[in-house]
């Protein structure tokens, strides 16, 4: 039943859309996981070029739905990767050297008592 109705907070979406928005949702939250931690931000490729293709048919209306941030930039190169343009149609820019300043290791966890 993709067309079902599913509440959102923007406004009733259909059960696909819903399927849509959540799987970009953790795939792209796991992206921003990664970057604030410090590790490595490389995703599954597997993972992100079946998102692609998932969502391609669908980016204006997602996009247009108003949950992504500012959308494309507009400025990605032609050699870009899968996961670059995945993430520049959400918002993210992944290349953007203003976040390498706020980049850094997570300090250690000290589990002993003090």
């Not at 509440?7 to 979406?13: C, K």
């Not at 819903?18 to 921003?32: G, I, N, Q, S, T």
């Not at 247009?64 to 820019?93: I, K, M, N, V």
Request: hydrophobic share 45%; glycine share 8%.
């Amino acid at each position: 039943m993709p067309e079902q109705p599913v509440p959102h907070v923007n406004g009733d979406v259909t059960a696909a859309a819903f399927l849509r928005f959540r799987l970009f949702d953790l795939v792209v939250h796991a992206w921003d996981l990664l970057r604030a931690a410090g590790l490595d931000e490389t995703l599954d490729p597997a993972v992100v070029e079946g998102l692609l293709t998932f969502v391609q048919p669908y980016i204006g209306e997602m996009i247009a739905f108003g949950a992504y941030g500012d959308g494309p930039s507009g400025t990605l190169a032609l050699e870009a990767t899968p996961q670059d343009l995945l993430l520049d149609w959400f918002g993210r820019r992944p290349s953007d050297d203003r976040c390498e300043n706020h980049r850094r290791k997570p300090a250690p966890l000290n589990l002993v008592a003090s």
